[in-house]
């Protein structure tokens, strides 16, 4: 033996595989040699193009057998002989094709995700905990508990994506996983709470602005106030149509006794706030038309909401047949059911409520142990939840929420207030405390009339949602539904004194009484996140509101007849910018072309030619968007500005409505930091003249036209650390504020046509594919249809079709 | 021939002890057959480098042929080595051939008389 030589080769070895069995740094977190080995690593999630999905599983959670047929989309239709099996196997195949995303998503939604990303995540953790998100799943969880069949439905789904995740060996693990080098948990029904939860964030959770209102009014009048935030638009067009008449309200609240001094003139800039608001376009469109104004006689019913894109998709679609059901359409890994769908009797589709259903109360610790506050005059205990965050690579954070008779403390000194420390700041809100709104969804996919259809969503609590319906029968309508607290006039606007309990919310408006409609007599109805009613209905409803999308749609179906399914997919396709319609006239009438540069006169001559549509191509939409931003920042940033945190700006269609009045909008056009007083003329020709600059620098770079400019791209949901995992670059057109609300990478997540006739023709398409393993064929192949505004033909598989052409692959499950 | 027979030996062995265990298997035997199979350091080194460096190539290049090249495009990206899944499996080959290279030559040298 020769030692030395031995030695030295022994030592390059053991320190070869060492560096390659652990993670270099952030960069590469994954341990090169099991990633890099072709038996363990990422070659193993590289699926053949030709793979073959049968199989046969055996599994002795299974009541009985059962059938999934795979089409050549790799959408399954399940076959299940009760409901038990139904959603365990629903839970087996989200878990097979979308495992990753469920568990990110609900460890994010626990306030996990440091244990994944590392301390970057930290203060995001903090948020989620400090909001009570495990403290809302863990009491609706409760709820469920009390109800067996319900139980046992989400049980079945549990069981079914563990059984699954047992299957896992190390080369057969998600990609995501091995990169980022961690191993799935065990599901439990708390983690479907939490993912309806995170959708509950999502959607109203970012609806208020109760922190930002409060330092508004500290430099705005209330006159100012509400004219430049208004609760009801000029050009609202509700969701109840207009004349509807409401009954009159059963209210018992009292004003608090010092409401105008201790509320309502009390207002002072809050350094406290939010560090992570859901996208304020987490909206959608949903419109139904009845047999009267279509081509065929029957019902159209169509839905796209509007999410983060994301690859995988936030949807996963889907058949899910059993002797108690046969529905079709989106669902959510992570939750059983279908979300949006339809079924041989109905068809549904969901647009967000936007209603305000959070509040903030200050509170008084008696000291910084956050033990006590003072509460109806005496000092009240809370109750603490010692908040331990796991941070990968370091040791772990803690945080300290204190639970108060409002909520959880969510920002004190601790957290966001660090330096004036002054806004100890209790949150209240309604998914903190819902019933099981889960299970409106499995009652829905089950509705075979309006009635029904009713019956399934009057407990759906939270968030709060447009819930759009057709029948065969030829029924349409649209209901509200949520539960929604019966507010005073102004309550929850702004912080509240949390002092004693006369601010908390008094009661819930009756559910009857929630915004609906029933086969009106324009045969349409439609819902795009504006105010459900006009200033008659009789409760004080605030909310973050969207109206031009609605008055869009309302353009368009109000003048179309024998409307065929083609034009319902041109429709949810359509680029048309309603609102610079408005607004350009307006820019035009007060422009002084003479002061302009030459640059600037020739966008303003583009301009002038635009025909409104914001198509992928188009050069008006880039330049409108220059001079509206530019417009907007002139007008508002030097008033705005002097709260020194960050505020909303009046939105674009309250800056319309007011220049039509009033050219001053109420003073704000002038700039308060020169000594002269500017003019809307001055403003619109200087702020072309600014944006002019910008444009030609986009232009010399080749960015002008819209889709260049935007650059719209779907990410990996671990965004841009993942680049060559996304869609980038996709030449589509549409905006926030056009019924096509695509925006960067936030737009319709799902588009959906149904109609209901004899035979339900039904039509679909997601910016994604239905397997999350960036590996396979499936996992971006349905991007460009979207892209193209292309829709594929949804297959309701009928039973004795098993030995249809459209059948690719079949799954067995045996019960053994 | 010995050579051949490492070489050989190694790639089958590490080839169906990597379907039950970690990656670094490769190194184990690399190290037995080497010990088993007496050659010289170089010889050594080579036939275990080889005998790993030709599976893994072998095993990436089939599994990214029947993938059409859709991960490694997107793995060479995220890695910054470019969109070519030759030189992402050329990589791979390298890696596990220099472990496994590397475990052989320390194994000759058990054998090597001084």
Redesign the interface.
Known sequence: MRLLPFCFSLLITVLLIFILDQPIGTKVPMPLGSFLSPQTGFWQNAEDTAYNYSVDIQQSDLKGNAKVYFDERLVPHVFAENDEDLYFIQGYLHAKFRLFQMDLQTKAAEGRASEIAGPVAVNYDKEQRRLGMKFAAENTLQVVEQNPDALARYTSYTKGINAYINTLTESSLPLEYKILNFKPEQWTNLRTMLLLKMMAKMLSSGTEHDLENTSLRAILTSEQFNLLYPQVPDSLLPIVPKGTVFPKPMHDYKLPANVDSAYFHNQRIVAAQTRYREDKDNGSNNWVVAGSKTASGAPILCNDPHLELSLPSIWYEMQLTSPTSNVYGASLPGSPFVIIGFNDSIAWGVTNAQRDVKDYYTIRFKDDSKKEYWFNNAWKPTQQRIEEIKVKGQAPVFDTVAYTLFGPVIYDGAYTDTITRQDALAVKWMAHHTGDDGSAFYKLNRAGNYNEYVSAIKDFECPGQNFVFASRSGDIAIWQQGKFPDRWQGQGQYIMPGQDSSYLWQGYIPQSENPHAFNPERGFLESANQRPVDGTYPYFIPGTYITPRANAIEHFLSRMNGISVQNMMELQNNNYNILASQMIPIFLHHINEAALTAGARTYLNTVKQWDFEAGPYSVGQTIYQFWLDSLQRNIWSDELGKTGVKVPVPEEQTLMELLITDSTALGFVDNKNTPQVETLRDLVTASLNGAAVKLAQSEKEGRLEWAKFKEPAIYHLLKANLPSFARTHLPVGGAGSVINAIKKSHGPSWRMIVQMSGTIEAYGVYPGGQSGNPGSRFYDNAVDSWVQGKYYQLWMMQKGQEGDGRVKWTMSFIKG | MKFFISLLSIAILS?IV??YT???SV?VVAFVVSLCVVQS?GSSFWSGFMGVFLL?LI??LL??A???G??????????GVG?SPVLLAF??AL??G??AG??A??AS????K?
């Open positions: 080839f990597g379907l970690s990656w670094w190194a350091p893994w095993i990436a599994i990214n029947a993938n059409g859709i991960l490694a495009n997107r793995i060479g990206g995220m890695l969109q990589i791979t890696a596990g220099l472990v590397f475990a030559l320390t040298y058990i054998r090597k001084v």
